[in-house]
């Protein structure tokens, strides 16, 4: 009653961050009757991300909401080594496929994925490197946030969610420069810019690799073409790269 009765108040109220404080103490009283039972957990959970899903297509970027969210994952245990029905995974699929823009999802879908405890180590940070994560995995990941990419190319998203794959993971960022370099099209000539995080990115690239004239090009048109708004930050990424390159 009381849970139906937080429902009510949570539409109304969105933003309004002490339901959800609130919403948790009653889950947290809850749970230890119903563990033993599996499925009566599996029914609290489908129950909870239905009324989730409904404060999301109200606001799918409420920030309250997705905390209690993640409080719900680890609670529950839905994670997807945990849990497959029903599938949290699959349903960020298909929020991030609504809006493929959807910071927010994309922060989930980490969560979900690299902080799940059967293959993650505990005391690992969120984008720290991470030796347990499979690496079948860490290509799932990638190849997802690439198929979002190609959907969206000016998406920062997607490139935000590859770079943390990669650094937990800890492959290089060299291993996507064959995949970045296809949105940006005749870089020694007439260059055509499709996404300028996948000029940032190459710019690290060739930093990294010693390439300086290539990485000074890359920010150089950032900062003059592509992304004028922050021209003064691509001027101090390229004196950075500069200094550390001479």
């Keep these: 009653d009381e849970l139906a009765w937080v429902n009510e108040i949570a539409l109304a109220n969105q933003k309004n961050y002490q339901i959800w404080h609130h919403r948790q103490l009653l889950i947290d009283k809850?749970?230890?009757?119903?563990?033993?039972?599996?499925?009566?957990?599996?029914?609290?959970?489908k129950s909870e991300i239905n009324f989730l899903t409904q404060m999301f297509e109200q606001d799918s970027k409420n920030?309250?909401?997705?905390?209690?969210?993640?409080?719900?994952?680890?609670?529950?245990?839905?994670?997807?080594?945990?849990?497959?029905?029903?599938?949290?995974?699959?349903?960020?699929?298909?929020?991030?496929?609504?809006?493929?823009?959807?910071?927010?999802?994309?922060?989930?879908?980490?969560?979900?994925?690299?902080?799940?405890?059967?293959i993650s180590a505990p005391d690992c940070r969120q984008v720290e490197y991470d030796e347990r994560i499979p690496s079948d995995i860490v290509d799932r990941e990638i190849k997802f946030a690439e198929d979002a990419i190609w959907l969206a190319p000016q998406n920062q998203s997607p490139w935000n969610y590859i770079r943390g794959v990669l650094r937990k993971s800890g492959r290089e960022l060299a291993t996507e420069e064959s995949f970045a370099v296809q949105f940006v099209e005749d870089f020694d000539g007439d260059e055509k810019v499709k996404s300028t995080h996948a000029l940032d990115l190459l710019a690290e690239i060739w930093a990294a690799k010693g390439e300086k004239e290539k990485a000074a090009t890359a920010l150089a048109l950032l900062g003059d073409k592509y992304d004028p708004v922050r021209r003064k930050y691509w001027e101090w990424r390229g004196a950075q790269t500069a200094a550390a390159l001479a």
């Design 63 to 118: 920030y309250h909401v997705w905390s209690y969210r993640q409080y719900v994952v680890r609670k529950l245990d839905l994670f997807p080594s945990q849990c497959e029905d029903p599938s949290e995974l699959a349903s960020i699929e298909a929020l991030i496929e609504d809006d493929v823009r959807n910071n927010s999802a994309w922060s989930h879908r980490f969560f979900l994925v690299f902080s799940d405890p059967e």
């Design 30 to 45: 809850l749970y230890p009757i119903i563990s033993s039972s599996r499925s009566a957990v599996l029914r609290l959970a």
